[in-house]
């Protein structure tokens, strides 16, 4: 089910013959609304860095799937003959696809491998790290990105147990950290999950550079449309859009002049889900949509 679907596409104002990217086409329940929003010589590019999606696109000669990380936005539409685009859409993070299918690793309601990857071309698993990294990296990755309030204990523990035996599998991983769970199991446990899934997948830098690359190739006037679902995700959208940089403040070129943004601010508050929808579909609870236009 997507999230925010009417807001997204009512926000990107379709035109008809335009250009459209889906930086995130998963199940390709946004991409086909867009879809029917095109006329004959309209046309989609759809992008996921998961092959799995592929068996989604549908049969229509005005989509084109790119099986490629969005961090590679640019290089792509260049290399399918398109330098400027009319519209652009991300909705991050991992799909209903992936995370009920419990080989992928991404729920912790199953017992898997810890895998966490969204691209099988990804060497690195959450197993991977949580066997590796040192326990200062450990620490920084739960404390940055989950926001787990004991991450130094947790780091130690990590580095403890995985000394006694591999942490190879959710289930080892739980029991390994069993001991040092602060609050509500289920809650602390996601957080940890998050911190490790955005990591794996470099989730906080490739959202960075297709920012970068966003104000490159939408035409002015041309919208995008960026849904996040955790606070990480929606300072620097947020930030830049309103910036054109990662940073709460305007920043200074070497000449002291301020560095405006390319972008104007459609949305000033992130738009919500309703009730209704966070009733309906409880994954869209924590989205935020946030839309900005080309200058
Ligand atoms: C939340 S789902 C998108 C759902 C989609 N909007 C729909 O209506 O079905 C996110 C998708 O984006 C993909 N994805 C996430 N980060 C990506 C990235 N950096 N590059 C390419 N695809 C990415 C994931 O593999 C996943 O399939």
Redesign the pocket.
């Given at each position: 089910m997507?999230v925010l679907l009417h807001e997204v596409i009512e926000g990107l104002q379709i035109f008809p013959s335009g250009i459209y990217v889906?930086?995130?086409?998963?199940?390709?329940?946004?991409?086909k609304k867009i879809l029917e929003k095109l006329n004959d010589t309209g046309k989609l590019i759809v992008?996921?860095?998961?092959e799995d999606?592929k068996k989604n696109v549908p049969d229509d000669p005005h989509i084109l799937f790119v099986p490629?990380?969005?961090?590679h936005l640019k290089r792509f539409l260049r290399l399918h003959q398109v330098f400027s685009v009319n519209g652009i859409l991300a909705?991050?993070?991992?799909?209903s696809?992936?995370i009920n299918e419990a080989e992928r690793g991404f729920s912790t309601r199953f017992d898997a491998a810890m895998d966490m990857r969204?691209s099988r071309n990804n060497p690195k698993t959450a197993a991977h790290v949580v066997q590796t990294y040192s326990e200062e990296m450990l620490q920084k990755i739960f404390e940055k990105y989950g926001e787990v309030t004991n991450s130094k204990t947790l780091a130690h523990h990590i580095v403890e147990a995985r000394k006694l035996k591999p942490i190879e599998t959710i289930k080892e991983f739980r029991n390994a950290i069993f001991p040092v769970v602060k609050g509500n199991p289920q809650k602390y446990l996601a957080q940890v999950f998050q911190a490790l899934r955005i990591e794996v997948?470099d989730?906080l830098n490739?959202l960075k550079e297709l920012l970068l690359q966003s104000v490159e190739v939408l035409i002015p006037g041309g919208r995008i449309a960026v849904i996040t679902f955790h606070s990480l995700e929606d300072r620097l959208v947020k930030n830049f859009f309103k910036n054109g940089n990662f940073e709460p403040e305007q920043q200074q070129d070497i000449f002291g002049n301020r560095v405006k943004s390319e972008l104007k601010v459609i949305t000033k508050k992130p738009i919500v889900p309703s009730k209704e929808e966070q009733e309906q579909n409880p994954r869209s609870r924590s989205s935020k949509l946030r839309i900005a236009e080309k200058i």
């Open positions: 997507p889906d930086c995130t086409f998963g199940g390709g329940g946004h991409s992008f996921d860095q998961d999606a490629q990380n969005f961090r909705d991050l993070g991992v799909s696809h992936q969204m997948n989730e490739v």
